[in-house]
């Protein structure tokens, strides 16, 4: 029997479908080209956009696997396009700025990054990060052909097999990171974890003592889940060691 053997032109279009899509938000054309020569030839499409209006247009008319976003850029701010973003959508987003102080941080976290680069970074520290956000993405998305797996608080149910959290019927959309720092309590509602605990389980990293990226996670994961989050009974806190899954039927 003769084997059949894709073109060269089959071949490209079928490596053009395996590739992940990244949008790549930043003003300065010599980091622009310098991050997209690097992505691109570890086998990721990147679509620049040098302003926010131009990255809200290009977000909306494309299907995209993470967002790379820089929060100077002209014409729209970037935390308006982050929060364009959140609108419609939990993909990926990695805030890559040159600031750098924690109020910064917080406020870009807050309105629903996954993770924060300060400039100036190394092009393998960016790499990692997206490696490891389209990860947990691409997990999710694979779910679907595994058994359901449902863990149970109170009211919140979580769905191993889909990656749904809902309460009391209604579903709320968490990001990565959200969904992973609730499942770990979930799966272990006993147990008191720590902020180092928590930041190296869920970022698969390091603890470099940077408590806010656990605190501001945890914070929009309460305003979520939570009916009154000044007495969060889903994500309780242990003062002085952590947090944990409160004692919820």
């Not at 309590?185 to 006993?190: A, D, E, G, T």
């Amino acid at each position: 029997m003769q084997k059949s053997l894709l073109t060269a032109e089959e071949r490209g279009k079928k490596q053009t479908m395996n590739k992940h899509k990244i949008l790549l938000i930043e003003d300065d054309t010599e980091i622009s080209e310098m991050l997209t020569s690097y992505l691109t030839t570890e086998n990721y499409e990147v679509i620049c956009a040098a302003d926010g209006q131009e990255a809200c247009k290009q977000f909306d008319n494309s299907g995209f696997s993470l967002v790379l976003l820089d929060l100077m850029i002209p014409k729209i701010s970037g935390m308006d396009v982050m929060q364009h973003i959140r609108k419609s959508s939990v993909v990926p987003v990695i805030i890559v700025s040159a600031k750098d102080t924690e109020a910064d941080k917080t406020l870009g976290l807050g309105l629903g990054a996954d993770d924060y680069i300060t400039k100036p970074f190394s092009v393998a520290e960016v790499l990692a990060r997206i490696k490891a956000n389209i990860r947990r993405t691409t997990q999710y998305d694979n779910a679907s052909i595994v058994a359901p797996v449902l863990l149970t608080a109170g009211d919140l149910i979580m769905n191993l097999s889909d990656y749904t959290v809902t309460k009391k019927g209604e579903r709320i959309e968490l990001t990565a990171k959200e969904f992973d720092i609730l499942k770990l309590l979930l799966q272990n509602p006993k147990k008191v974890y720590t902020k180092e605990q928590i930041y190296s389980l869920v970022w698969n990293d390091a603890y470099c003592g940077d408590e806010n990226a656990v605190n501001v996670h945890i914070s929009r994961l309460r305003n979520k889940i939570e009916d009154n989050t000044r007495t969060p009974r889903y994500v309780v806190t242990v003062w002085g060691i952590g947090y944990k899954l409160g004692d919820v039927i």
